[in-house]
């Protein structure tokens, strides 16, 4: 379904003659060829000790004869006998120094190996010569400059420890494809499973055994992984896979293959990417998320921004730069999907891009390239995004994190701190593990952190359908907006430097406002708030959080106009309502002064409700307490800004 990226390529290349028995310029002796018959014959019977044997007494025969070395190191590539394996073609320069089936597969063997000085001397020789294929040329070539960009890196290393993350979440098959909610306490990813089948011919050559990719889900109890379960609704009998969730656990998006809810054609073995919601606890049945996200074409790998409007996603589609390209597609506020936007030559190359992963702080993109050089088939890259909206070029994310194989499928947590990517290297229990590390400091993107709790009636305690707004307190833009399910919950993420509003409101209910100040954030610890709401009744009150004035002053800042503005709707929307606008100080300054501004800024408040929202001067009073209604003892910088406060009762 993913192509080739599930399959760790050998990065041995046997460029030149790739079959056995085909002769290069030296003419074996017949003696010679009887022998290597015998191998071959050996060889594809698997019986490779004998196969080895008569390549032995071949070469006895025939020093200069090409085929029994290729053969040897072919066999002992795939027992993984490196050293065996480069004995072989180090055997024959011996006795042809300059054989270019050699030079190559030599090069190729000891570049895969971490040889990489050696390689490039056996790429140079092999270079040094005339009459050479120019597309060889150009790929021996391009792994030259591969080797130079290898050696800096491996000069210049960065910190990297991979854990692996336990038997709760890998098992004996492969894992792959980590994705995250923002609390960093639920992953969904791919496993690979296997399936028996059972031959009704019972023909002994048919493979028991078939693979499914199924999506599961491990949630974090006491900082543990628990054993990961099928995700509920989601799974059936063909493959889902490379799945992302959004960071707030509402949506999840995935590949499939099997046809299931497409319109119009396309090519058979093409994938599509579905979507699904959750619903109160519950997955609703994915859904194809239809054009222009998908095509006739492959699309794949998909993942969402932290505001879940963009979706980023992998396609071969006609237009892009070549191979397999990372796009983008906007949900627009009527909630249909904006335009499939190519990310650009910044990001994506004439070979092939995969796995996008975009960090919650929205700024900074990581994903897979071929066509960058670096220091495997594929390598993981990061792009920081610039002001006008588009990626900066990609940069490399480093040795040893990549390696000469290939690297794919990385995500990092909320913090920036602790990354996940699959591996099938050291400490794995079964093909790819999943594996989390350190990100070095570089490589990190922004912080970011969260809001979470549950919205509930203050004298029930019962939860409540709700909506839920986080405003930029700066532009006035709407962050996310969402709608709360009966459970109530919410998961908001809340990447820094910037200050939210926070509006959460329901029918027959007073709004709950505050206010969370991340404009200079440096810490990663989470808002864990459960949200009251008081009913709509007399003698009800709240206060509100967003409402600013500059020191001793009582003209309203306009980075209260979104509050108050939600403050009209809530009074549009409920007619009968009457209500007492209060204003409170903090004991400095005389209590008369006090009771003043209080007053005023109560006035103010009272003023723009009429002015702005047409609100009838008969539903509102102002009145002003100064600081003999204190919610905190003024003893403290933290204590006097509690008390500094606008608030609304129900009258």
């Known amino acids: 379904m993913f192509r080739n990226i599930f399959i760790i390529s050998l990065t041995v290349l046997l460029f030149s003659i790739a079959v056995f028995g085909q002769e290069g310029k030296h003419a074996p002796a017949s003696r010679a060829k009887d022998l290597f018959e015998k191998a071959q014959r050996s060889y594809y019977k698997k019986d490779y000790e004998q196969a080895i044997a008569y390549c032995n007494k071949a070469k006895e025969v025939d020093h200069l004869y090409e085929d029994p070395y290729k053969m ?155 054993k990961a379960v099928d995700a509920p609704g989601i799974n059936t009998e063909q493959n889902e896979g490379a799945t992302c969730i959004s960071p707030d656990g509402s949506i999840m998006l995935f ?103 975009i960090h919650s702080d929205d700024q900074t993109l990581y994903f897979s390239s071929k066509g960058w050089l670096g220091m495997g088939n594929r390598d993981i890259f990061y792009s920081r995004k610039k002001e006008d909206g588009n990626f900066d070029s990609a940069i490399n994310i480093g040795y040893p994190i990549n390696t000469p194989g290939d690297e794919f499928g990385l995500i990092v947590d909320a913090t920036g701190e602790n990354a996940y990517y699959a591996s099938s290297g050291k400490n794995s229990i079964g093909g790819l593990d999943i594996f989390t590390f350190k990100m070095p400091p570089n490589e990190r993107p922004q912080p970011v952190t969260y809001l979470k709790g549950k919205v509930f009636d203050v004298e029930t305690n019962k939860t409540l359908a709700a909506t839920f707004e986080l405003v930029d307190i700066v532009t006035g833009k709407s962050v996310i907006k969402k709608t709360l399910l009966n459970d109530g919950e919410f998961l908001i993420p809340l990447p820094s430097g910037k200050n939210y509003l926070v509006n959460v409101s329901a029918a027959g209910y007073l709004f709950y406002s505050d206010n969370i100040p991340l404009k200079d954030y440096k810490n990663d610890k989470p808002y864990i708030k459960d949200i009251p709401l008081p009913p709509l009744k007399v003698g009800e009150k709240i206060t509100l959080k967003n409402i600013f004035f500059a020191t001793d002053k009582f003209e309203l800042l306009q980075e209260s106009f979104n509050e108050l503005d939600r403050l009209i709707a809530l009074l549009n929307a409920n007619p009968t309502v009457k209500i007492e606008i209060s204003g409170h100080t903090d004991n400095a300054g005389s209590a008369e002064h006090n009771k003043e501004l209080s007053l005023k800024r109560a006035q103010s408040v009272f003023n723009y409700l009429v002015k702005k929202g047409n609100i009838s001067a008969t539903r509102l009073k102002a009145v002003g307490f100064g600081d003999t209604q204190p919610n905190a003892p003024n003893t403290t910088p933290e204590g006097m800004a509690q008390n500094r406060r606008t608030e609304i009762k129900i009258i």
Request: net charge negative.
């Open 72 to 226: 040897s190191g072919t066999i002992y590539s795939l027992e993984n006998k490196y050293e065996n394996e480069k004995a072989e073609y180090l055997e024959l320069l011996k006795y042809d120094p300059m054989n270019t089936m050699c030079l190559v597969n030599l090069g190729a063997i000891l570049f895969k190996h971490g040889e990489f000085m050696e390689a490039k001397k056996y790429y140079g020789l092999y270079l040094s010569k005339n009459g050479l294929r120019d597309e060889l040329r150009k790929v021996i070539v391009d792994r030259m400059k591969r080797i130079d960009v290898i050696v800096k890196f491996e000069q210049h290393p960065v910190d990297f420890n991979p854990v692996n993350a336990g038997t709760g979440i890998n098992s004996k098959v492969s894992e792959y494809f980590p994705t995250l909610t923002v609390d960093g306490e639920t992953m969904y990813f791919t496993r690979k499973k296997e399936q028996p089948v059972k031959d009704p011919h019972n023909d002994p050559n048919v493979n028991p055994i078939w693979y499914n990719e199924d999506i599961m889900v491990s949630h974090k109890v006491n900082g543990e992984w628990q």
């Open 255 to 357: 590949a499939s293959c099997d046809h299931r809810d497409v319109d119009g054609g396309r090519a058979p073995d093409n994938c599509d990417i579905y979507i699904s919601f959750l619903e109160n606890g519950k997955w609703s049945k994915p859904k194809n998320i239809g054009e222009p996200i998908n095509s006739q074409f492959y699309e794949t790998q998909p993942c969402i921004s932290y505001d879940n409007k963009t979706i980023y996603f992998v396609s071969n589609r006609p237009g892009g730069f070549g191979g397999l390209d990372i796009y983008k597609c906007t949900i627009q506020d009527d909630r249909t999907l904006g335009p499939a936007i190519n990310l650009g030559p910044t990001i994506n190359t004439s070979d092939e891009e995969c796995s996008p992963f």
